[in-house]
């Protein structure tokens, strides 16, 4: 997981204004295969959006933590329902993201 400070974040919560969210997490909770799509989205994109379909705002904070610990991603944003994920591609050609 990398650390971002705040400028940084502020640059890719930029970026992933217009973004729509990639992944969607429903009633299923996290499952290995929602970990592949997101870590799979990630090599693609390197910054997205995951929408998670839980009701409880301590439940999804723990999911947030969880993909994130498991995809080694860093989290820039969560609002609502939505969090806004970042993590360097594993993929050379497919590193388009220059932080600050």
């Known amino acids: 997981m990398i650390h971002l ?3 940084q974040k502020r640059h890719l919560r930029r970026l992933g204004h217009q ?3 990639v992944v969607r997490m429903g009633g299923a909770g ?3 295969n929602v970990l592949d799509e997101i870590g ?10 995951v929408k998670i379909l839980a009701d409880n705002r301590a439940e999804r904070k ?3 933590e ?3 610990r498991d995809c080694d991603a860093t989290l820039v944003q ?5 969090a806004l994920i ?3 591609s594993r993929i050379e050609k497919k590193r388009t993201i220059a932080l600050p």
């Open 66 to 68: 969880t993909i994130c």
């Open 40 to 49: 799979q989205a990630l090599d693609a994109h390197e910054l997205i959006k």
């Open 19 to 21: 973004l729509k969210p």
């Open 5 to 7: 400070n705040e400028q």
């Open 78 to 82: 969560a609002m609502g329902h939505v």
């Open 30 to 32: 996290l499952t290995a």
């Open 86 to 88: 970042f993590r360097r």
């Open 62 to 64: 723990a999911l947030v």
